[in-house]
């Protein structure tokens, strides 16, 4: 069908790409002229397709159709105007001259809310349900018939913005496609709208938009969410007219505050750490976020008090060149004024929202890195405050003032910044408690530094961060390409600090530097980056159902998050296991409470500062170092935590969360091998990472023939190991994790001992300061024995001879234990390789390799190995849920 688009902005634009899309033939395109030399998106679409594209600046004088308009129209051809986003007024001869007349989109429920300002005027009323409407257009102001009409419940912190871009915009523009094509197949209804239920209601003027304080607090709510961004509620605060921005209701117990005086309010309002508490007159309360003064200058509420504090910082000189650039950017925008001074105010320089919009996208252009919002221009007006502002966040300094951090100086030739505090709400912050207690470097036994004790206090002020985070911050609001696109940008800071992250783990849990920058580290970003590329392709289906006739049905399912999660990780990869679960959960929009262990708090707590750096939103990422008897059973028993992921032991597992935990299956040699590989590959089955892995090798069965020469040549091997400083590039073997493990180990070999296994080497500590553990060989294991049953999580390989050619009874005897995370074979027969895999149990099963994981395939566990997977598509699945949705129509 030849069509017609009338209309502008964004909206507009999609509109036009997806009816091209479909097929149909745009034959002309009428939008709004170009503003200070820039054209709008729908003009810019259209003009690089060849669409031939009018601008009229306007299609009627005193009322009368401008005769060269209307005549340049007709001209086109349509069969159909399409009217998208269309602000200007079209004469009723360009309205009916197609032959099918004319479609326009508008954001309410018709007949209600008619008129230019719907979406405001929806929230101001406080409806249940918003949507929108295409209806034909006529001479009445949204009078005409009705085609089709969408609607959605409306959430009780919905702003304009929120209900604009989660269901109006992206609906809408599906919407209009859908009605074009109803009427090129001649389905197209015309339902006339009922004068029951009508009403119009103006434009908002900011004289108008004080706000009525003796009314309840909802009603006050919706007055200020309605409002926002334009024309802005206001309230008279402390003797003077103040704009308020960023409303939303609260259910949780008011804070302590500094009183104010709000003009006509029950009672004074409050100014807490999170915003300006206002009270209705039913005695509830509302929370404002930011407030405006006359000025045009816009603050955090929380600020009110300490909004005159303000620190320079020095530039450097390319900083100083791209502040140049900037002031030329602002020149462009504000062509009114002669020259751009530091003083010079945005606002009172005569600049509008749409300039602010333009603003920040032409600085976007120019230093892609930096991440602006709307909010911050009118948060520094004038040119020297935009530019401290810009610079500070160039620098990753925005949070700095709330980023307490301990500095150790000179380790592994870096100064390292290492946060010691629980990390809540965007905040590092002592435990409620003030409790703390000593990490410890395994290299040596000296302390790093005390790292705060988190107590359940600490755990449930998180879950009410991480709950606010998800239902009424910007992260559960937030379009799944952005929060990728967060992902992304943790996952490159991460990288930019991946020998500070690497030397702290390697100070905190003995793992060799080398090991920690390539598996520790590097795979950590890799998991991050691998799900930021999931964030917007979670999808959900459609199925076939038997249809309810003389009706049909349409059956969907959605993938959601699940909300508020918990994690606990253990001490062995602390970084890595901190990755594979956080990733998934955050790129499925979940918020999280994260325990690290005990032992190993430090790469996590550095892990939160880079989350800040990175632009995530407060609250949706909290770290609570301390007990897991204590910090781990309150994330369990908390009734607002909707999901617990935890690695750990088998009987910490079936108390927190009545699951089971990450341990070992055997590992089976064969005889068809390659040798070279099988014991190069053997020792990192067992000795990778010191054996702290939750995939080590526990026992290796060997054929009989080839037992000796394996033994033999992994002592030759182990011999050559170097044992020392994991900061030292050439060492090969740091120190187990911490002084209780290593004395686990000892004990563990004096057990294999007692019972009749023969220790071929090590079983010992080192004699040397720290907390290392030598490599370790027995051999002559019965299945009875105790060494056989458990896993040492620790560097000592475990080996059983099996018979010549006995696949089915080594199968069994791999198979025989409660656990089932992982397994390898090692054999040149393909055959047997498979028929191997098919009966071990195990989630993993390696065939001549071993430890190689990849953040796309999922990793999980069989019987008291767990449920679930970590990496892969898999992953996502456990941080969604799935709804079910039946339509009949």
Not at 380 to 408: C, H, K, P, W
Not at 588 to 602: E, F, R, S, Y
Not at 769 to 797: C, L, N, Q, R
Request: hydrophobic share 40%; with cysteine.
């Amino acid at each position: 069908m030849k069509l017609a688009l009338i209309g502008q902005s964004l909206f507009g634009q999609e509109v036009y790409t997806n009816l091209r899309k479909q097929g149909h033939k745009v034959v002309g395109v009428f939008t709004v002229p170009d503003k200070d030399g820039k054209a709008d998106p729908l003009a810019v679409a259209a003009e690089k397709d060849g669409t031939p594209v009018f601008k009229f600046p306007r299609w009627r004088v005193k009322g009368k159709p401008i005769p060269e308009v209307v005549e340049a129209y007709k001209a086109v051809g349509a069969e159909l105007n399409v009217m998208p986003f269309c602000s200007q007024f079209i004469p009723m001869n360009v309205i009916d001259n197609p032959k099918h007349g004319s479609i326009i989109y508008h954001p309410s429920l018709l007949p209600k809310h008619r008129g230019a300002s719907a979406i405001n005027w929806t929230l101001i009323e406080g409806d249940k349900k918003a949507g929108f409407s295409i209806f034909w257009a006529d001479d009445g102001l949204d009078t005409g018939p009705v085609l089709l009409q969408k609607e959605c419940d409306v959430e009780p912190n919905d702003t304009v913005d929120t209900l604009y871009n989660r269901f109006l915009f992206p609906e809408g523009i599906k919407s209009m496609v859908e009605a074009v094509q109803l009427i090129a197949d001649g389905k197209a209804p015309r339902i006339p709208q009922p004068e029951e239920g009508a009403s119009y209601e103006g434009i908002q003027k900011k004289s108008n938009a004080k706000v009525n304080m003796a009314q309840p607090a909802e009603a006050i709510h919706n007055w200020i969410r309605g409002h926002d961004k334009v024309p802005g509620a206001w309230a008279v605060i402390d003797g003077q007219p103040v704009t308020l921005y960023g409303s939303s209701l609260l259910s949780d117990p008011v804070p302590a505050g500094q009183t104010l005086n709000v003009e006509g309010a029950s009672q004074p309002g409050l100014i807490t750490s999170s915003g300006l508490v206002l009270f209705g007159s039913d005695g509830k309360a509302l929370q404002v976020k930011n407030l405006q003064f006359e000025d045009g200058k816009m603050i955090p509420a929380s600020k009110y008090f300490s909004s005159g504090d303000t620190t320079s910082v020095e530039l450097t000189e390319e900083e100083k060149k791209m502040a140049e650039e900037i002031r030329m950017i602002w020149k462009g925008i504000l062509s009114n004024v002669a020259v751009i001074e530091d003083t010079t105010d945005f606002f009172k320089s005569g600049a509008a929202s749409m300039d602010v919009v333009r603003l920040v996208e032409e600085i976007k252009q120019k230093c892609g890195s930096v991440q602006l919002e709307n909010e911050d221009v009118y948060m520094a007006t004038s040119f020297q405050e935009f530019i401290q502002m810009f610079v500070r966040r160039l620098r990753g300094e925005d949070q700095e003032e709330e980023l307490v951090i301990n500095y150790v100086s000179n380790i592994n030739g870096m100064t390292l910044k290492m946060p010691y505090q629980c990390f809540i709400n965007g905040v590092f912050e002592d435990a409620e408690n003030g409790k703390t207690y000593e990490t410890v470097n395994p290299t040596d036994g000296s302390v790093i530094c005390k790292v705060s004790f988190a107590s359940v206090g600490d755990v449930d002020r998180a879950v009410v961060a991480a709950k606010e985070a998800f239902e009424n911050g910007p992260w559960g609001k937030m379009n799944p390409r952005d929060r990728g696109r967060l992902l992304y940008r943790l996952a490159d800071l991460m990288e930019e600090h991946q020998e500070e992250l690497a030397t702290i783990e390697s100070i905190d849990s003995g793992a060799v530097y080398t090991l920690a920058l390539k598996t520790h580290v590097g795979m950590s970003i890799q998991t991050f980056r691998y799900f930021a590329g999931w964030c917007d392709k979670i999808q959900g289906t459609t199925i076939p159902i038997n249809q309810a006739r003389p009706n049909r049905n349409l059956t969907f399912t959605k993938k959601e998050p699940l909300g508020v999660c918990a994690i606990v990780i253990p001490w062995n990869y602390p970084l890595m296991m901190l990755a594979w679960k956080s990733a998934a959960c955050l790129a499925a929009g979940n918020t999280l409470i994260l325990k690290p262990a005990q032992v190993t708090p430090l790469t996590a707590l550095k892990f939160a500062e880079l989350t800040v750096k990175a632009g995530i939103p407060k609250g949706v990422i909290n770290i609570v170092p301390g007990s897991g008897g204590m910090v781990g059973q309150r994330m369990s028993d908390h009734p607002d935590i909707r999901k617990l992921g935890f690695t750990g032991s088998t009987p910490i597992g079936k108390q927190i969360m009545k699951s089971c935990a990450a341990s070992n299956l055997k590992k089976v040699s064969l005889d068809d091998c390659d040798m070279d590989k099988a014991v190069r590959m053997g020792m990192s089955s067992v000795y990778f990472n010191k054996g702290e892995n939750c995939i080590a090798a526990g026992r290796l069965f060997v054929e009989e023939s080839i037992h000796d020469e394996f033994i033999t040549r992994v002592v030759e091997e182990i011999k050559k190991m170097k044992i020392g400083d994991p900061l030292d590039r050439s060492t090969d073997h740091g120190p187990q994790n911490h002084k209780a493990h290593l004395d686990k180990l000892v004990e563990y070999c004096e057990i294999g001992v007692k019972e009749g296994a023969t220790l071929i080497y090590g079983g010992r500590q080192v004699d040397r300061p720290g907390y290392f553990m030598e490599p370790t060989v027995f051999t002559d294991v019965e299945d009875h024995m105790f060494i056989a049953k458990e896993e040492s999580f620790g560097p000592v390989m475990v080996v059983s001879k099996f018979k010549q050619g006995d696949v089915d009874g080594v199968l069994r005897r791999a198979n025989d234990t409660e656990f089932g995370l992982a397994s390898g074979v090692f054999t040149r027969d393909i055959n047997k390789a498979m028929y191997i895999s098919e009966r071990l149990e195990a989630g993993t099963v390696f065939i001549n390799t071993y430890n190689k994981t990849d953040v796309a395939a999922p990793f999980g566990g069989f019987k008291q190995s767990g449920f679930g997977k970590d990496l892969g598509e898999e992953a996502l699945h456990e941080y969604l849920r799935t709804k079910a949705v039946t339509v009949e129509y």
